[in-house]
């Protein structure tokens, strides 16, 4: 295998390497990086231990691991072997070790030194997973700061190389021409309204007929590829059709990979699995659905869910290039050439878009006290950090200042998901270890056990199963068992105990927890009740509604234990639980349970009612009247209900709407309805205290508000909104300073008698606008001009009035006249 393109630059990188302990390689698919590197690192003078590679996915470090043991002429697990999740080939012997992202870094966690390694290469490292970018960070930082001798390579076809030798501090890019073979795109076109497994089905089989050699196909999940193969069986009846995702048998798997032994023409039906990383043998076609399947985290709902998306640009490149590793090939794509500049150039970092818990456990475990300062291509964000601290925190795996506890030390050490690491935790000290070992494996494990929302009914399935792959997760998840009362173990020790859980939990004769008390245990705001009868409606702890299949099996139960969910926050679907029977809320989820006083506010009878609820999150199990609600929490509930509807929501009375609409008029600021509004709780709070509704006495509303009043504010009121006007003839009467003509003033004509200039207020002076009435309170005029009244119409009002009220005065010149309100005879007899 000389004659592979990295040969040509493998002197450059080894000189790189000798001269310093970094290097950036970039390389195209099939140039030969991920098989040539390593053993070429092993001869090096300075490569005394082990080369680790990382490898994005379990099924490409198996590959890898193989293929380069067969270079050599040996067997996986010799010089060169492998660790994944579900798998491990290795020896004594073994000097290169390719293992998974999330292998190396428990490895790093477990060891910072790395002691017996000599260099870590992270093989497509452009496709930026959450721990590979992890990983390179904790291997910065340790050659940084613990082993200043140890060698990192970052290898891809793709990368930013700049962007990588800076953060690897200056390290040298090498780069490999590649070996171009001619690759023809064909476009063929979207065809909305044809199912991704049919359009892909008609694809095959006008590649199958118009080309030669192996075909490799792209689809976005596993649904797609069995409805896909089914489609083929019937429309390619004597085509090999092989599966290639993470759920085949490793025998399966190998098939795929490899050139049929009896010569048959194959097609591959793969996830974007076969992006990177693997050759496939014998391919020479590339049909692609252009679609991908990417894991996001929901915030809002609190579940990472699948969502189906259009591959990247640089993910349909990847993928063309798969057809011409080997020789000349041809990529048929199922979209138009006219979109593809419009799709993503790459894919997200899982950084941006991920779940950070496992990071901010794994980091506090690290003891980074500052992740922003260790060395990230992009740095995790702020917000998702603070809530992964949370969750932490909620745990019990972090304290209030965010230090990793003993409890949290021993969830690290069982390199799952934080949240399943502290239910296995919680298991293992009440002798439910294997159990929860083996429900955190079904979690993570697509297809064990087949398909269904019942978690229960997949675990029986599975424990009932023969094939390889069930018996490799089986022993795997008795070894995450036997990791968990380690951990408690070493945890005991620390405090200088000697206890072990399970032996003690079943000589005190404790009755293990059900699955679905465990899964609450990791989850407790997955915790749901049904909402209908139907089954079909959920309510969970955390205040989120799930939708589940009403023909799902679990449709019947109370309550569930919610697993996984895909979908949007608001009626995500259900994909997997397990049932929670009601006793055990109360028998092993009391701690969680919760009183809490409740208040609301009642429109229909305008007052604040109060509860007292029995709540496990945002579902409320029982509901009473609460007697004694907090006081100050019913008059904070009736100030927030008037900072809502306003003035208006409260009996203020004749007195205080003229005092509020005075103050409005003479721009006194403690009277404007912004400053009553922002000010409730000073001036309101002491006259609603101790009731639950908006009736308070009108008069303590109108002192409170006068009360707003310093000594010059209410000399200023008084100055430019005095409250009465008083006539010549000595009567009060209150002004409206709420009138549309501006302030007003109602009184019977005679009791202006003697006045021959308009009334005025405020200041600068503004006309009294007079609505003036006979004896009998009848409308006269309404006039801002009183001389001009006196001398004009009143003579019109004299002839109308003197027939109606004749025992009144109606003099012919008013303003020359004395006040006053009695009548004729009355008045006369006074002078007299």
């Known amino acids: ?56 996915r379990r099924v490409a470090a198996r590959a890898a691991a193989e293929r380069m043991a067969e270079m050599l002429g040996e067997q996986a697990g010799e010089t060169v072997g492998y ?34 390694v000599s260099a870590v290469l992270f093989d497509e490292a452009h496709e930026r997973h959450l721990d590979s970018d992890l990983g390179l960070a904790l291997a910065v930082e340790a050659q940084g700061v613990l082993r200043e001798d140890l060698r990192v390579v970052a290898m891809s076809a793709t990368i930013d190389g700049a962007r990588f030798a800076g953060l690897l501090n200056g390290a040298p890019v090498v780069e490999s021409a590649g070996k171009a073979h001619p690759l023809t795109v064909k476009w063929l076109g ?36 069995e409805r896909t193969a089914d489609l083929l069986a019937e429309r390619l009846p004597g085509a090999l059709v092989l599966p290639l995702h ?102 997200p970092p899982e950084i941006l878009t991920q779940d950070l818990t496992p990071l901010m456990l794994t980091l506090a475990q690290w003891g980074a006290g500052d992740a922003g300062a260790m ?26 200042e965010g230090r990793i506890t003993e409890h949290g030390r021993a969830m690290a050490r069982l390199s799952m998901e934080p949240a399943l690491a502290h239910m296995l935790l919680f298991a293992a000290e009440r002798g439910a270890g294997g159990e929860a070992a083996r429900l955190a ?31 490799a997760s089986r022993k795997l998840a008795g ?84 697993g996984d969910a895909q979908g949007e926050a608001k009626g995500a679907r259900i994909t997997a639980a397990v049932t929670l029977e009601e006793a055990d809320i109360a028998r092993w989820l009391g701690h969680r349970l919760e009183e809490r006083h409740t208040l609301r506010w009642n429109a229909e009878e305008r007052r604040v009612e109060a509860r007292l609820e029995r709540r496990l999150g945002a579902i409320v199990l029982a509901r009473v009247p609460d007697p004694k609600p907090d006081p100050a929490a019913v008059t904070a509930l009736l100030i927030e209900r008037v900072r809502a509807d306003g003035l208006d929501a409260l009996p203020l009375g004749a007195a205080a709407r003229a005092l509020v609409v005075r103050g409005t008029y003479a721009g006194i600021e403690a009277l404007s309805e912004v400053a009553l509004l922002a000010d409730l709780e000073d001036w309101l709070a002491p006259v609603l205290e101790g009731r639950r509704d908006l009736e308070a006495n009108a008069g303590r509303l109108h002192e409170a508000l006068a009360g707003r009043l310093d000594w010059n504010e209410k000399q200023a009121l008084d100055r430019l909104a005095p409250a009465e006007f008083r006539s010549p003839a000595g009567t009060s009467h209150a002004i409206d300073y709420g009138h549309e003509g501006g302030p007003a003033v109602e009184l019977r004509v005679q009791a202006l008698f003697g006045l021959d200039r308009h009334p005025c207020v405020g200041q600068p002076p503004r006309p009294l606008l007079l609505s003036l009435t006979s004896p009998g309170g009848k409308p006269i005029q309404t006039t801002a001009d009183l001389p001009g009244f006196w001398r004009g119409s009143w003579k019109d009002v004299v002839k109308d009035m003197k027939g109606r009220y004749p025992k009144h005065r109606w003099p012919d010149t008013p303003w020359t006249e004395d006040p006053s309100l009695k009548t004729r005879n009355a008045f006369e007899a006074g002078k007299r």
């Open 441 to 471: 494996l079904l979690l993570q494990e697509r297809g064990l056990g087949g398909r269904g929302e019942d978690l229960a009914r997949r675990m029986d399935r599975w424990n009932g199963e023969r094939g390889g792959r069930a018996e």
């Open 246 to 347: 993470g759920q085949v048998e490793p025998a399966g798997q190998r098939a795929a990979i490899r050139v049929d032994p009896q010569g048959r023409r194959r097609i591959v039906l793969a996830t974007s699995i076969a992006e990177t990383s693997l050759t496939l043998d014998g391919v020479r076609v590339v049909v692609d659905a252009g679609l991908s399947r990417r894991a996001e985290f929901d915030k809002a709902a609190g579940v990472t869910r699948l969502v189906t998306v259009r591959a990247s640009q640089a993910a349909a490149a990847q993928r063309a290039g798969r057809a011409a590793r080997q020789g000349p090939g041809v990529a048929y794509r199922l979209w138009e050439e006219a979109s593809h500049a419009g799709r993503e150039a790459f894919d």
């Open 479 to 562: 070894r995450w068992a036997e990791s968990a009362v380690r951990a408690l173990r070493q945890a005991q020790g620390d405090r200088g105990e000697d206890r072990d859980p399970a032996k003690a939990a079943r000589a005190e004769r404790v009755d293990a927890p059900s699955a679905g008390v465990l899964l609450a245990e990791a989850f407790p705001d997955r915790i749901a009740r049904a909402r209908s009868g139907s089954g079909e409606e959920w309510l969970s702890a955390g205040g989120r509604g799930y939708r589940l299949d009403p023909a799902s099996p679990l449709a019947t139960a109370k309550w569930l234990v919610i």
């Open 190 to 225: 979207s065809r909305p309204d044809v199912k991704v497994d049919a359009a892909m089905a008609s694809a095959l089989v006008q590649a199958w007929r118009e080309e030669e050699g192996d075909i490799l196909a792209f689809l976005p999940g596993v649904a797609q590829i």
């Open 375 to 400: 060395a990230w291509l992009d740095p995790p964000p702020a917000a998702a950090m603070a809530a992964a601290r949370g969750a932490l925190t909620a745990l019990g795996a972090l304290d209030r």
């Open 1 to 56: 295998m000389s004659d592979l393109p990295i040969h040509a630059v493998l002197p450059d990188l080894l000189a790189a390497l000798r001269a310093g302990n970094a290097a950036v390689l970039i390389a195209p698919p099939g140039a030969g990086k991920t098989t040539a590197v390593a053993p070429a690192l092993i001869r090096e003078p300075w490569c005394k231990g082990q080369v680790i590679v990382l490898s994005p």
């Open 83 to 116: 660790v994944t999740r579900l798998d491990a080939k290795r020896s004594a012997r073994t000097r290169v070790l390719v293992v998974t992202e999330a292998i190396f870094v428990s490895t790093i966690l477990n060891d910072p030194e790395l002691q017996g």
